[in-house]
């Protein structure tokens, strides 16, 4: 197309061709929130891991630095410090104690870390993390056929709060006084006789059904609802993405904007959905939404989007922090400018193309590494011109969080 390619603004020469040059270098992409991590020791660890399996340290997340710490015994009971100190931006950082999440011991093995206070003394003191603190109704854990789903269910939700965290966004319990704001989670099992749980959300409250732990019935459904793909992370992505649109859109004067762009939400939900899956998907579909589902209501439009937005954060936030440059792989792809925002260049138009030209420059390497596996499409998803603008919405909203972080 025309209007995707390189101009003398960017300080690149015109191409004819489909070719994407690098990035400017003051573009480079930094991750909001760290990937990858390293024990002391030298070893790789992971955003999973309790334990380095190399030199067996007592491994921690800290969800506000963003790292995965090598920690040891404090000389106080049930309190734990870094091995190393990690740096910050003002110097070294103050000495910083820790206690353990108390959902180490349970089937969820959260690695996560709770900052000590002092508030309470001992280490028969139970501490949720601020991931943990979230949860409202999880499974029986009585039952051992529940562990295993619960502990993917948790890693899942995990990553979604951490990315949360680092890109700014508020991330917290409702308050004591009922108020609106605060989020939580329900994980519940569908029971014989009983109608089945439905993941979803409402008024702050994302519920979601444990069976969608069971790869084999996650890929039934997706098969059913032929969509390209089905993940926990992507449940939990869209669902918080209704949150995130009574916090941000609803009470806003963005609503104005929300509703050229993604249309009138006001119109009838229930019935709205009723239509989607009775009829389907409006022939041409692609040109105006992300999937399918996103042409349901203005809702899920928003949801959908707001999803694929976080999915592509994350995988290049964990690209850039294993050291993957994607501005500068050689493939063809696809190439956006500012007249694909209908906005003229301007540093928040060329960071967000910056991010998004990457993207397509990954994802094309990344497909065609699945290939090569015999394995279909990593990235089954072409970005029109409407969709581009409305991830662009998404971000405007977001990035105003990130800048103050």
Known sequence: PGDRFWDEHAGIVLTSGPMTPPASPALRLHPSTARAYRCTCGAQVFFRNNTCLQCGRALGFDPWLGQVLAIEPDADPGVWRAVTQPSSENGDAPQQRYRRCAQIDTPALCNWLVRDNGAAEGA????SCVACRLNRVIPDLGLDQNHEPWRKVELARRRLVSQLIGLGLPVEPPSQDGGPGGLVFDTLASLPGQAPVLTGHAQGVITLNLAEADDAYREQVRSQMREPYRTLLGHYRHEVGHHFWDRLIRDDPCLQGFRELFGDERQDYVGALNAHYQQGAPTGWASAYISSYASAHPWEDWAETWAHYLHMRDTLDTAVSFGMAPDEVDVDALHYL????????????????????????????LNELSRSMGLPDFYPFVLSDTVVRKLYFVHGRVEPFERTT
């Open 124 to 127: 028969a003191a139970v501490f």
């Open 338 to 365: 500012p007249s694909v925002l209908q906005e003229e260049p301007a540093p928040e138009v060329d960071v967000f193309l910056a991010m998004l030209n990457a993207w397509t420059r990954l994802t094309a390497v």
